[in-house]
């Protein structure tokens, strides 16, 4: 199973994953290593076809916020979206490993803006 997970600094899971550059990818095998996205990759401005993302090579990806044109594109795709409310990376990476359930993100009022915001963009 691979795991990417939208981190700043490869130590904390951070939010708004169509705005994550970093992600912290961890393989089947244990290693682990960071993608770092171009401009034009982020999933707030990429328009590019099926199969030419980097984050579709991955089983599950796990992050602090996600809209739902970013879940969308991804599950259409078969790669899970998990939203957490984990701090740590490697706290993220064990749960998911070990089968146990994530951290429940905390509410946060700025995910209705981006509701409304995705339901005037094309997905």
């Keep these: 199973m691979r795991i990417a997970v939208s981190s700043p600094d490869g130590l904390r899971v951070c939010g708004h994953a169509g ?26 401005h990429w328009a590019g076809e099926a199969g030419s993302h980097p984050l579709e090579s991955v089983d599950v990806v796990v992050t602090g916020s996600a809209g739902e044109g970013f879940v969308k594109r991804l ?6 979206v998990r939203v957490t409310g984990e701090k740590g990376v490697e706290q993220v990476f064990e749960a998911l490993l070990a089968g146990r359930a994530l951290a429940a993100p905390p509410f946060n009022p700025l995910r209705l803006v981006c509701k409304l915001h995705d339901l005037f963009r094309r997905h």
């Design 75 to 80: 599950e259409a795709r078969g790669v899970k």
């Design 19 to 44: 705005k994550a550059r970093r992600w912290c990818v961890r393989e089947a095998d244990g290693r682990r290593h960071d993608l770092l996205l171009a401009r034009e990759q982020l999933f707030h």
